[in-house]
């Protein structure tokens, strides 16, 4: 059954445009099916600040999203598209945790700090999407080893306590597999710094 959505917004517009967009970045092969409009309205409303909308959808306009779904299910390339919907003073960048992991290797401690607090005296911490949390693995730097996205998310939980600082992550984990990689604080802070928008477990892989 079709979701009904009273907003001054024409949702079903605002598709058709995010569809052109879509094409645009990734190639006339870009479709946003119908099974998925579930999703679209609740991003979209997040995105737009449709606050009505959002409280409709018990969407928190204040805490980031948390984009979960199987893998191929298109979670990347819907926050890519996302980011033309997003006021200035809201813009976000897309970051694989793969690539951290990598930056970790070669820089260090100093990464965690990039991406939470800024590059020291350097920038004001920004917006990010930590896009596939969960690919990236435990790493040693001088043979210590270091969960490094728990570190930056429960760094970016206390910025995000204190200056409402937005984060965005995509992830095909579940919530016990968060737990399991990550431990129960992050979970727990996940929470409170996250709207969770899923996709079924049995979302067709759209790579396919």
Sequence with gaps: MKEEINSHYNYEEVIIWLEKKGVELYGCHFKILEND???????????????????????????????????????????????????????????????ISFEFIQDGYEIIHKYSKGKLYQSEPKTICFDDLGTENNLKYFGNECNVMAEILLSRYEIFTSKKLQTHITTNLSATEIENQYGNRVRSRLRELCNLIAYDRQAIDKRK
């Design 37 to 99: 409009h579930p999703i679209i309205f609740r991003l979209i409303a997040y995105f737009l600040k449709d606050e009505p909308t959002c409280f409709q959808f018990n969407i928190d306009p204040n805490k980031g999203v948390l984009l979960s779904g199987p893998i191929g299910c298109g979670k990347t390339s819907l926050m890519n598209v996302m980011k033309q919907l997003t006021p200035t003073d809201h813009k976000f960048f897309v970051k694989p945790c793969r690539d």
